[in-house]
């Protein structure tokens, strides 16, 4: 038997909104491959279950989150047997995410972990797609175990990232938090972390070796397009963890993480947008990057501040990230 994890973000080059970093397991029987499990990533769009692979390929900004919401819905009811039918539920067991901050930020308030789900997909397509999704995995051998979540706030990613003098640290910590709940999951069996490599980073080591001081690191490779590490946490086999170029197009768990990373992103700029267009008449919806995100900050700073103060509103850096 072994694990194998995917890691991947969404939002991580916005402006406003949240930086979501996810994870996704299955569990391969043993005699089973990985190539049996990344086979996943290339199946026809008519196949019946629930479509994994890069997200940007599934979705479109201002385009319907059907899809992606569909394969995240979907692979809830696989991980965890049943349908979450609010935002709360599916962030359920989320990691270093605090609901009372979140409500805290007028533009979220609590509307937003009462968000109703689906919002664009149909149930009845989700619970068939799942049924599907099974049958195809369990003839490969493999189950569906569950995906996690690391939402980062504006407020959280300005603090990380001011402290740090970079928002790369940002997105690491999060993905090392995930890393270690993982670890912490699925003590005994084999277990393989695929990461999204960061950007253009080739070295990972002495991050992870400061991230997790108690487990002596083993460089295996650091190459132009992927960078594998072992780490040899204590009563436990060690765990390989690699960071590859593009590997939301050829891994399966980091495609499905990447899926419920924009998800969720998606789903907290949706209760972003209506409550800003519902107070300015005429303001179109941000997708948050950054040069749409300068026409959105334009039109609230024009707006008549007794509808929007801005000022008051990005007080202590809630609204705007620092980098």
């Known amino acids: 038997m072994a694990i194998i994890a995917g890691i991947d973000e969404a939002g991580y080059g916005p402006t406003l909104g949240p930086l979501v970093v996810a994870a996704s397991a299955f569990r391969l029987a043993e005699g089973r491959r990985e190539s049996d499990l990344n086979r996943l990533v290339r199946l026809r769009a008519d ?30 009811v696989l991980g965890r047997g049943h349908l979450p039918l609010r935002l709360d ?9 605090d609901p009372v901050a979140i409500a805290a930020l007028p533009w979220y308030g609590e509307r937003l972990l009462r968000t109703r789900l689906p919002r664009r997909s149909d149930v009845e397509d989700i ?43 940002t997105l690491f910590y999060a993905a090392g938090r995930l890393i270690e709940e993982i670890v912490h999951r699925w003590p005994d069996e084999e277990l393989i972390i695929h990461v999204d490599r960061h950007g253009g980073r080739r070295h990972y080591g002495d991050l992870l070796q400061t991230f997790f001081p108690l487990a002596p690191l083993t460089t295996v490779s650091e190459r132009r397009d992927e960078s594998a590490y072992r780490l040899a946490w204590p009563g436990r086999s060690p765990v390989r963890i690699d960071f590859r170029v593009k590997a939301d197009h050829t891994r399966a768990p980091v495609g499905l993480a990447s899926i419920v990373a924009k998800t969720v992103r998606e789903l907290f700029m949706g209760c972003f947008n209506a409550w800003f267009t519902g107070r ?44």
């Open 47 to 76: 196949h019946g279950g629930l479509r994994i692979g890069d997200s940007k390929q599934l979705y479109q900004p201002g385009g319907s989150i059907r899809r992606i919401e569909t394969t995240t819905l979907g692979h809830a």
């Open 89 to 97: 539920a599916l962030l359920d067991g989320a990691v270093d995410f």
């Open 127 to 169: 619970l068939s797609r799942a049924a599907r999704q099974e049958e195809l995995l369990e003839d490969r051998g493999i189950q569906f175990l569950d995906f996690l979540v690391a939402p980062v706030e504006v407020p959280r990613f300005n603090r990380l990232s001011t402290a740090a003098g970079s928002k790369a640290w």
């Open 280 to 323: 300015v008449k005429g303001l179109s919806p941000t997708a948050g990057y950054a040069t749409d995100a300068r026409r959105f900050l334009a039109a609230l700073a024009a707006a008549p501040s007794a509808r929007i103060d801005l000022a008051a509103l990005d007080e202590g850096g809630r609204l705007v990230r620092c980098r």
